[in-house]
């Protein structure tokens, strides 16, 4: 491979994307029907099934009404709110 014209950092470079390139051909390689190929890791079905069954059983909760906390950032959102539907309750009485 010639390295000339191709600027200081291409044998670097070279030997970053060769271990890539390792392992995109090894994940090519392999042929298991009992993985799901996701956008960054591998998850078996196994695994699929058992998050589904601890979603299931899952206690149901209430929706969030307002956002929590006490940093100062989460308390001016949360007095920005509190205006906002006191606003809104006015507005709707009268």
């Known amino acids: 491979m010639s390295v000339a014209g191709r600027g200081p950092c291409a044998p670097l470079q070279d030997d970053l994307e060769q271990p890539l ?23 078996s079905l196994r695994n699929v099934e ?3 069954k601890k979603a299931k059983r899952a206690i149901p909760r209430t929706t969030k009404t307002r956002i929590q906390g006490n940093t100062a950032a989460a308390r001016k959102r949360l ?16």
């Open 21 to 43: 390139r390792a392992l995109k051909a090894v994940a090519a390689a392999s042929a298991n029907p009992f993985l799901v190929k996701a956008m960054s890791s591998t998850r």
């Open 79 to 94: 007095k920005k709110l509190s205006g906002l539907r006191r606003g809104a309750k006015t507005a709707a009485k009268g």
């Open 50 to 52: 058992t998050r589904k």
